[in-house]
C-alpha cells in the first residue's frame, strides 16, 4: 500500500483559500485514482473531489466553482485548492488512493474556516 501525508489545513477566515497537499510515499502515476474527502464532526465522512489516473476530476456539489483537485505525477503529490471557503467546510480533510485492488488513507489534516 501507499502512505499519504496531508498538509496544508489550518484556520481561515470565510471568504479565505487554502491548498491542501498530500504526499505519497512512492508513484502514483498511473497506478492510483486520488480523492479528498473530509468528515465535520458528528458527520459521516463525504467525497469532496476526484482525480483519475487519466487527469479526470469530478466533485461534490457542495464545492463545484470553489475547490480545484489535481495532482503532480512527478512529484507522487495531489492538491485540493480551496477558494471562497465557508463555515460549513470545516472538517478534517482525509487524502485516498485507491485502484481496483487497494485503498489507502491518510491521517487527515483540520481545516476550521471561522471569523
Known amino acids: 500500500q501507499v502512505q499519504l501525508v496531508e498538509s496544508g489545513g489550518g484556520l481561515v477566515q470565510p471568504g479565505g483559500s487554502l491548498r491542501l497537499s498530500c504526499a505519497a510515499s512512492?508513484?502514483?502515476?498511473?497506478?492510483?485514482?486520488m480523492a479528498w474527502y473530509r468528515q465535520a464532526p458528528g458527520k459521516q465522512r463525504e467525497l469532496v473531489a476526484t482525480?483519475?489516473?487519466?487527469?479526470?476530476?469530478n466533485y461534490a456539489d457542495s464545492v463545484k466553482g470553489r475547490f480545484t483537485i489535481s495532482r503532480d505525477n512527478a512529484k507522487n503529490t495531489v492538491y485540493l485548492q480551496m477558494n471562497s471557503l465557508k463555515p460549513e467546510d470545516t472538517a478534517v480533510y482525509y487524502c485516498?488512493?485507491?485502484?481496483?485492488?487497494?485503498?489507502?488513507w491518510g491521517q487527515g489534516t483540520q481545516v476550521t474556516v471561522s471569523s
Open positions: 482525480v483519475t489516473t487519466g487527469g479526470s476530476t
Open positions: 512512492r508513484s502514483i502515476f498511473g497506478i492510483y485514482n
Open positions: 485516498n488512493a485507491n485502484n481496483i485492488a487497494t485503498r489507502s
